[in-house]
């Protein structure tokens, strides 16, 4: 059994900024940071959107957060929880191997990649479909690959792969893209030098190949009841994340699994008083690198002040 007066779940942006200010504000917090320590930036390359950096890789970035929280005094616990009990003080976390106490609990645990939900898609996992373009598009130099999606990451994916790819096809199920406009600006620019074609108005029907030699192309499904296989080695779903909150559905208020937050007197207050939220994990809307930290400073600043008035700190 390990006990801590704050416990933060998830060692993303969200998650080390909290650490970074209950640290300060002499909270002695404990990370732990489950299954992607540094969570989702560290699986892409350039960010060029985190003030005060031009470019810097998602990884470098997370290193200089986590080597902050660090230096601080936080202690980072390799562990990942898959269950909770709030129905008393202190509250309860659960791992596999280990149970956790803490008078106040920051959940900052992200988001996980959507999938499409196709068999074929399972069936190729590793093997020709990945959900994380910066992390395999390297083993797809020269080929030919399609990226589904018509988001950031979509495009941010389709313009990273045009640069190592032969081909990029960019299926997107409506004529008109979600993304930023630099973004759908870059991809035009793509597409007038032959690095990138566009599928619109298209959903990805199947993933073809065989066992043996992976994914060979898609079957794609037009909006006017066409279709067309279009020949492939690597297909990467950008389609969006869904929260990783399912540990706590049952213990939280949640609307499509994205926690809800602002209840008594803190804005990132959860249903459950003590309990806090930061980050991707209760963001409908911004889910951005910037917006996760500054909710985990507001997260810990809310825990801060609940257990000063509970008489804890
Ligand atoms: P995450 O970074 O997702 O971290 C979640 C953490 O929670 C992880 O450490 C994970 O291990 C942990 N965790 C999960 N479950 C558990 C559990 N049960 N127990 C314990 N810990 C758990 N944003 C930008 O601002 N700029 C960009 O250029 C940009 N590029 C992106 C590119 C891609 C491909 C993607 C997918 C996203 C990008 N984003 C970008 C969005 C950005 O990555 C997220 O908004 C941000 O990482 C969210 O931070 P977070 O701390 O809320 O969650
Ligand atoms: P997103 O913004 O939710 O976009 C998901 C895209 O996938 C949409 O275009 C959607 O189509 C499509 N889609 C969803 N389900 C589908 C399905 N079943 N079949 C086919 N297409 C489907 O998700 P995201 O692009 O991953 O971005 C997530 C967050 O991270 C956003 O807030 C984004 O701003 C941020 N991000 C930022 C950057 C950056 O700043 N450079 C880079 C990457 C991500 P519709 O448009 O038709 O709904």
Request: proline share 4%.
């Amino acid at each position: 059994m390990k006990t801590g007066k704050v416990i933060i779940l998830g060692s993303g942006p969200a998650g080390c900024t909290a650490a970074i200010y209950a640290a300060r504000a002499g909270l002695s917090p404990v990370i732990i940071s489950g299954p992607v320590p540094g969570g989702q930036l560290t699986k892409t390359s350039a960010i060029e959107n985190w003030p005060g950096e031009k470019s810097i890789s998602g990884y470098d970035l997370m290193e200089k957060l986590m080597d902050h929280a660090k230096s601080l005094g936080t202690e980072f616990i390799s562990d990942t929880i898959v269950s909770a009990d709030f129905s008393g003080r202190p509250l309860v976390l659960r791992s596999e191997n280990e149970t956790y106490e803490t008078q106040a609990l920051i959940i900052a645990t992200g988001a996980e990649p959507r999938w499409l939900g196709l068999p074929s898609e399972a069936k190729f996992m590793g093997n020709g479909v990945s959900a994380c373009a910066t992390c395999d598009g390297f083993f797809y130099r020269d080929q030919d690959t399609a990226v589904v999606g018509g988001g950031n990451t979509a495009l941010s994916d389709a313009l990273y792969l045009a640069n190592l790819a032969r081909q990029v096809y960019l299926i997107h199920r409506r004529d008109e893209f979600r993304a930023e406009k630099t973004l759908a600006d870059r991809v035009q620019e793509k597409v007038k030098e032959g690095k990138i074609t566009l599928v619109l108005n298209a959903e990805v029907k199947e993933i073809l190949g065989n066992d043996l030699s992976g994914v060979s192309g898609i079957k794609a499904a037009f909006k006017d009841g066409t279709e067309k296989e279009i020949p492939v080695t690597g297909v990467f779903v950008a389609i969006g994340h869904l929260p990783n909150s399912s540990i706590f559905a049952n213990l939280l208020e949640t609307d499509h699994g994205i926690v809800k937050t602002g209840y008594g007197a803190y804005k990132t207050g959860t249903s459950v008083p003590g309990v806090f939220a930061a980050g991707d994990v209760q963001d409908p809307l911004y889910r951005q690198a910037i917006t996760s930290a500054g909710t985990g400073c507001m997260a810990a600043q809310d825990a801060a002040r609940y257990l000063k008035e509970a008489g804890i700190a």
